[in-house]
């Protein structure tokens, strides 16, 4: 059998569960795509090939070692991890060893995952792009800051990837590389050994092809059996343009009122509007993600200047010269809106919103995170979901949005919402 990078990660778990296939014989699949592309994609910031070969071999060896046994796994490198460099986007860290793993990648071995390596992040995972194409044209950007870890599942290098969101990091690469994206309700996965931005923000997410590969891979470091649900039909769907809507191109109009036909053949589609309070979400989250980046890199960026990216010590700058009243109001806003979500869903089961403004733009800046921002500082589960292409042939992506701490029930209906855009 040939391809076996190919597999999705929940069939792939089945078979090697069941030994019709071996994790070195995975792995080896992955390594041979990872030889034939990465010159082009560059997804991969560190690959550790020796070592991940002596982990398959030693999984297959012996018993089955859990949920993700024998699956190879893309670590974005904001994560620390103790045998490979976590150099976290930026040159300050060049050759850097931490001497532990992050939580969420200890999680992944104990589940009997292997690290492949790790995938290339944005600076800091804000915004200064690294070297990472987007697969389906070199030209265009994968998005970030999990730009790395969209690109390498997107072009069949591993079935599972890390990412983190402070604004749109996890939902906007998917949607750009057409790939699976989940941003869980914040929390829902541990932060420790994570190379932290925005403290109130930062949520860690996962990328896949499909949303049952994403919710086996959460299940697994999360201990929680019931976010593998089975697919279901929601009762209601709520239609939710949100308050950036202008910002919406041309193919994600279409994306929408495409997926909402073809929801409507299984569930009732209702129009929802989010409260007038939610306006000033966009800037909330803007003031606390800068207000707290600023000073979470306080040593970066007194010690080390000149090694941060102009843009990166611009808004640094801005974020200490914030007022903390600003910051405290937009704290406020936030723990508001989150008070009164229950009652924007109405009696939906989840929300359809835009995943991204349009397709991945031509060039390297990463995209307008203008379509996630207020569902990262609601702390919201979020998952999106490929729906169809844009006029340039890139992908484009809706994004289910569920109830703060609903996220079996959020994946359930994405996962149905898939199978339906894929078969039409």
Known sequence: MTDLNRLSAAEAARRLARR??????????????????????????????????????????????????????GVKDVFDTYDMPTAYGSPIYAGHRPASDAA?????????????????TTEFATFHPGPTRNPHDLEHTPGGSSSG???????????????????????????????????????????????????????????????EDAALFASALAGRPELRASAAAPARVGLCRTHQWDRAQPETVAAMERAAARIAKGARVVEVALPQAFAGLLQAQLAVMWYEIAHNLADEYTRHPEQLSP?????????????????ESAIALGRECRARLAEAFADCDTLLAPSAPGEAPAGMPTGDPVMNQVWTLLHAPCVTVPAGTGPKGLPVGVQIVGRIGDDARTLAVARWIQALLENG
């Open 20 to 73: 019709e296939i071996t994790a070195e014989a995975l792995l080896r699949d992955c390594l041979a795509r990872i030889d034939a592309r990465e010159t082009q994609v560059r997804a991969w910031q560190y690959v550790a090939r020796d070592d991940a070969l002596a982990r398959a071999r030693a999984l297959d060896a012996g018993a089955v070692r859990g949920p993700l046994h024998g699956l190879p796994v």
């Open 149 to 211: 870890s969209a690109a390498a599942v997107a072009d069949h290098m591993a079935a599972l990837a890390f990412g983190t969101q402070t604004a749109g990091s996890v939902i906007r690469p998917a949607a750009f590389c057409g790939v699976v994206g989940y941003k869980p309700t914040y929390n829902t996965l541990p932060r420790a050994g994570f190379k932290n931005d925005a403290d109130t923000l930062d949520t860690v997410g996962v990328l896949a092809r499909t949303v």
């Open 311 to 327: 843009a990166l010590r611009e808004r640094c700058e801005k974020g200490f010269a914030m007022a903390p009243a600003d910051y």
């Open 104 to 120: 969420v990648v200890a999680l992944t071995r104990r589940a009997g995952g292997i690290v492949l390596g790790k995938t290339v």
